[in-house]
């Protein structure tokens, strides 16, 4: 009896030590200890460097002992509701494999939130691991203030730039190069994405010089050219900041405390400090894709050019760059100025009218904004490298499948990516309809085949034709009778074109349209030539 005893023992020994071998991995930094979920090796919150704020981030201290990452811990220091979480020890990511893994196609992923919120549960990587055969990787990084701050006073000689989101993604690149080979992953095969605020970081990738090198392919979800005025930013970082100032009795009014906080000196240095997180991370809230709002991603000649886009020395790699047709539908919907006075005589019909304009107008200018204007900027500099558009129909008012409100939303494509998403709100039933699941199928095809390779293409799909200035072509995915329908098609447009189409439309009084123009769709991302020809308000003033 005792015998068995102990075989059972010794064997239940050898089977618990086999378990936890099989996600114990070693990095530069020490041991790691993931665990296994459905179906896939999965290890969260692994440091990949450590903060102190505003200052580039530094490597992680090292580890004696295997470091638990067998459950999420990571958030990054940000507003969620009224309430202020995280931390702004933030700098983790979370990385899935598989059993047997060996190199295998990095895909690196940074989530949205206009880098002022979210995390890296925004996209669960366990469903592309199994069926698209890579090891994915998300990052968390600074977020709000804590990320972006360009005030003089924390700029120097050693700390050249306030874009510290961009130096906290560096640093990431440079732990999955390092390390990622004993997750499966093949360093010399890493591709960088990211989805809404993420997107626009991975296109600000492409032209900073501290990235040259960093990934060999990148994927931008609803991206789109977004870089700050260096200055501007300065100013309405200052106004934010300026009322605790005055509270805090280091000036007498708002717009001395804006004065004071757009110099140099130490004693405003020493304050910027002083300030706590709860009382910091507030600020500059609902920025609804409006820059003015909160300023990121600051030209300033260190991390990315004061010339923006417009520059010859493009990272040029690979690119698919994503969008669907629908992208303002969730701006435009929850957009404050519905329930302001402005709109209180109005009737219930009229604001439904005046909603679907600022939708269908809204997203036309969103959609060129995220891929098809990019191109064109990319090619007018020579980027010597293939461009892959693909834009989503389905869902939109055009489609055999439309998504009720929503149409082809701000993420449609997430669902395809993961089973378990931020959208099951929106119709979760469609989400695992036949129709879904097939454009879900060939979109995964594609992306695998990018993934290994850097050109979405095989002998069983459709060409995914390359984007060129002559043709402009993109992959258009919908569905009809339950299959996916996708082809490589024109459906370029201009800022010019959209504009027109808007003035020629009759479906809304030309008083609500005002409105609409000047109060909804103004100061977004993909706005600056509508605002422009209607003389809209500036506001950085």
């Not at 939130?113 to 995390?119: F, L, M």
């Not at 539908?329 to 402005?342: K, P, T, V």
């Not at 879904?436 to 850097?454: A, E, H, I, P, W």
């Not at 098609?489 to 005002?514: A, F, G, H, P, R």
Request: with cysteine; hydrophobic share 35%.
């Amino acid at each position: 009896m005792k015998k068995n005893v102990l075989l059972f023992f010794s064997l239940f020994l050898i089977l618990s030590c086999s378990n936890n071998s099989e996600t114990i991995r070693d990095t530069q930094f020490g041991k790691v200890k993931g665990t296994k979920e459905n179906g896939a090796l999965v290890w969260y919150s692994v440091p990949y460097g450590k903060a102190s704020r505003w200052q580039a981030p530094q490597n992680p201290d090292s580890w004696s002992n295997e470091y638990d990452a067998s459950e999420w811990k990571g958030l990054a220091l940000q507003l969620s509701g009224n309430e202020v979480v995280g931390s702004e020890d933030c700098l983790n990511l979370d990385i899935y494999s598989k059993e047997n893994a060996k190199d295998l196609p990095v895909l690196v992923f940074l989530h949205g939130g206009n880098n002022q919120t979210g995390n890296t549960k925004e996209l669960i990587g366990t469903d592309m691991v199994l069926k698209d055969d890579i090891v994915f990787v998300s990052v968390n990084y600074r977020l709000g203030l804590l990320g972006f701050n360009n005030l003089p006073a924390l700029i120097n000689e050693t700390n050249t730039t306030g874009n510290y989101t961009l130096l906290d993604i560096a640093l990431a690149l440079d732990w999955v190069k390092n390390n990622i080979a004993s997750f499966g992953g093949d360093p010399e095969n890493v591709t960088i994405s990211g989805f809404s605020a993420g997107g626009r970081d991975v296109m600000a990738l492409l032209v900073s010089p501290i990235f040259k090198g960093k990934f060999q392919k990148a994927i931008a979800f609803s991206g789109g050219m977004t870089i700050a005025d260096e200055k501007l930013s300065r100013r309405q970082i200052a106004k934010a900041i300026a009322p605790l100032a005055v509270e805090d009795g280091k000036a007498a009014s708002k717009e001395e405390a804006v004065n004071w906080l757009l110099t140099s000196g130490a004693d405003v240095s020493d304050y910027l400090y002083s300030i706590s997180s709860d009382r910091l991370i507030p600020l500059m809230g609902n920025a609804g894709i409006r820059m003015s709002v909160f300023p990121h991603l600051y030209g300033d000649d260190e991390v990315l050019p004061k010339s923006g886009f417009d520059t010859e020395d493009y990272n040029a790699v690979p690119i698919i760059m994503l969008t669907g047709n629908t992208e303002f539908s969730m701006f435009a919907n929850g957009d404050s100025y519905f329930s302001s006075e402005d709109m209180t005589n109005y009737s219930a019909e009229d604001i439904e009218k005046a909603k679907t304009f600022a939708i269908k107008y809204g997203s036309k200018m969103y959609a060129y904004f995220n891929a098809e204007a990019s191109a064109e900027k990319m090619s007018e500099y020579n980027y010597n490298a293939p461009i892959y558009l693909c834009s989503i129909n389905y869902g939109d008012y055009t489609s055999d499948y439309k998504i009720p409100t929503f149409g082809a939303f701000h993420g449609i494509f997430i669902p395809m990516l993961a089973k378990e998403h931020n959208y099951k709100n929106i119709d979760n039933n469609l989400f695992s309809s036949a129709s879904y699941k097939d454009v879900s199928d060939v979109f995964n095809q594609y992306l695998k085949n990018f993934l290994y390779t850097g050109d979405p293409n095989s002998d069983n799909l459709n060409t995914w034709e390359r984007w060129n200035n002559e043709t402009h072509l993109s992959m258009v995915l919908d569905a009809k009778d339950d299959k996916a329908v996708y082809e490589s098609k024109s459906v370029s447009t201009t800022y010019e074109d959209i504009i027109n189409e808007m003035n020629n439309d009759t479906e809304l009084s030309e008083e609500l349209k005002d409105k609409m123009i000047k109060n909804v769709m103004n100061g977004r991302w993909f706005s600056d030539s509508l605002d422009k020809y209607y003389n809209n308000r500036n506001l950085w003033e």
